[in-house]
């Protein structure tokens, strides 16, 4: 990951529109469940209420204007959400697993917390490294040689590094909540792919190009045949950054021409159902690494093709709409952006985060470790100021216990309620009260809010011919759900909206 903060930038312009039936209306009352995460610090994170359920409240009939109010449409619908989560680094997995930090019991409590919809906060989307990342105790790859050597037939590749942490912990949270879908991405080809027989910077050999593929062939049939296909890969993770930890140089032509002769062909050839995702960098990076890959035809219809992958760090989310506008059957998905101590509010930068990257089209909304220990680490070069969703204590005097952060709630407040397959609707977006909604596949609908101010703000949420009011703590995130159906627009139809940007809805 790289440490950049972005500043969002309002837009504007509604696209396509085409008809879908709604179910008839229930009638007015519905009541509505909410819960809250305050933190009471100006860094926004020591949290002092953690995703706790308060009084319910009701619909009444009748809308009108409150001090903030957010008007509910669910016959205007956007896109379908696939999940929500973070990276089992090999920190992260180290930590919880084999690190002697934490007993089985302990360890088992907490990935419910994490994975198990019920009993957690039910994170429904993973992306691991595909070998060492900066967030690792050493670098590695799965096919590592001394140096001087090749092995083009990858007879020496082996899955033994992910097979004491990673992938245990990776299947245990596919058990505990089975809508769970696996990313995975590459930091380092193994250094004797490169031109520089280093784990850090250098380029893929052309010569390596069809092993390099062959290599990802058998990451995913090594954690398909132990119980966990892989749904997603990217070619690289932030092609050229950075010095200093595995990383892998790359241009937009050679990633896609490496995608479109080698990586697609390999997976069809194999019967692989996994798909690639383009570019895995920043907002700012597009027209660089992605556009090449993105303007071909024969790589964007490709069946294992799966759209667009972003980080948060540099640039503008709006980014995200325009290439949707330029190519809307395309999917996007937020895969990375990082809590850390460089954050000056990390609850308002979670929450912005969240609403930002869902606004603009993505299908995911992913932080980087799920957990670090009290130092941070361990880290293997990059970040040594990277926050996870948890920390283990790990040989201090609170050795064995874990804190749940601020990220962990926050992230909460989307995955416990917004589930796979939902999808999102409309709501007005404002500076004061940031929200986005959801209508869930069983029809429910979740609100999730957050009040950027001090005070408290009396907020109005109109929903067809109802309305309710929520005295809304400041420095406060919410999430409002209810069931029953809005009444269809005049005609009986519900609008799809193929094309948004921040604001706009």
């Not at 179910?23 to 706790?52: C, F, Y």
């Not at 930091?187 to 893929?204: C, F, I, Q």
């Not at 589930?419 to 429910?444: C, E, Q």
Request: aromatic share 10%.
């Amino acid at each position: 990951m790289r440490k950049r903060r972005f500043f969002p930038l309002l837009g504007a312009a509604v696209l396509t529109v085409s008809a879908i039936a709604v179910p008839a209306a229930q009638a007015a009352g519905e009541t509505v469940n909410v819960w809250l995460t305050t933190t009471g610090d100006s860094g926004g994170r020591t949290v002092t209420r953690g995703l706790e359920q308060q009084a319910p409240v009701s619909f009444s009939a009748g809308t009108g204007d409150g001090d903030q109010t957010i008007t509910v449409d669910e016959n205007t619908t956007y896109q379908q959400f696939e999940g929500g989560g973070a990276s089992f680094t090999d920190t992260a997995a180290w930590l919880m697993n084999s690190s002697g930090a934490l007993t089985a019991d302990t360890r088992n409590s907490v990935l419910r917390k994490l994975f198990d919809p019920d009993d957690g906060i039910g994170l429904s989307w993973l992306r691991n490294p595909i070998g060492a990342s900066d967030l690792a105790r050493e670098s590695y790859t799965f096919d590592d040689l001394p140096a001087g050597q090749t092995d083009p037939d990858l007879e020496h590749f082996s899955l033994a590094h992910d097979e004491a942490d990673v992938l245990p912990l990776t299947k245990q949270a596919k058990e505990l909540n089975p809508q769970l879908k696996v990313m995975a991405s590459p930091w380092s080809a193994p250094p004797w792919m490169k031109d520089n027989d280093s784990y850090n910077l250098g380029w893929v050999e052309s010569q390596y190009y069809g092993a390099y593929a062959q290599y990802f062939v058998k990451y995913l049939q090594g954690y398909r045949d132990a119980g966990v296909p892989i749904d997603y890969v990217s070619v690289q993770n932030e092609p050229t950054c950075c010095d200093g930890y595995p990383s892998t140089n790359w241009n937009g032509s050679g990633l896609a021409y490496f995608t479109k002769n080698d990586l697609l062909p390999a997976l069809h050839d194999a019967g692989l159902s996994t798909k690639v995702l383009a570019l895995d960098w920043n907002w700012d990076q597009y027209d660089s690494y992605a556009a090449p890959s993105m303007d071909d035809a024969a790589i964007r219809t490709d069946p294992n093709f799966g759209g667009m992958a972003w980080h948060g760090y540099g640039g503008d989310v709006g980014e995200q709409s325009t290439v949707h506008e330029r190519y809307p059957d395309v999917n996007a998905y937020s895969t990375e952006h990082s809590g850390g101590t460089w954050i000056g509010d990390q609850q308002a930068e979670d929450m912005n985060n969240l609403i930002d990257y869902t606004r603009n089209w993505s299908r995911s909304v992913t932080k980087w470790s799920l957990a670090v220990d009290q130092n941070m680490g361990p880290h293997n070069g990059g970040c040594g100021t990277c926050t996870g969703l948890i920390t283990v204590h790990n040989g201090d005097s609170r050795s064995g216990q874990v804190d749940y952060t601020v990220e962990y709630y926050t992230m909460g407040h989307l995955t416990k309620f917004v589930k796979p397959g939902a999808v999102r609707i409309a709501s007005d977006d404002n500076p004061t009260v940031r929200n986005v909604a959801w209508k869930n596949p069983d029809a429910s609908k979740a609100l999730v809010a957050y009040n950027s101010s001090t005070s408290a703000q009396n907020v109005r949420v109109d929903w067809g011919g109802q309305s309710f009011t929520y005295q809304l703590p400041g420095h406060t995130s919410a999430t409002f759900t209810w069931s029953g159906a809005q009444a269809a627009p005049s005609g009986g139809n519900a609008h799809a909206v193929s094309g948004i940007r921040r604001g706009a809805s």
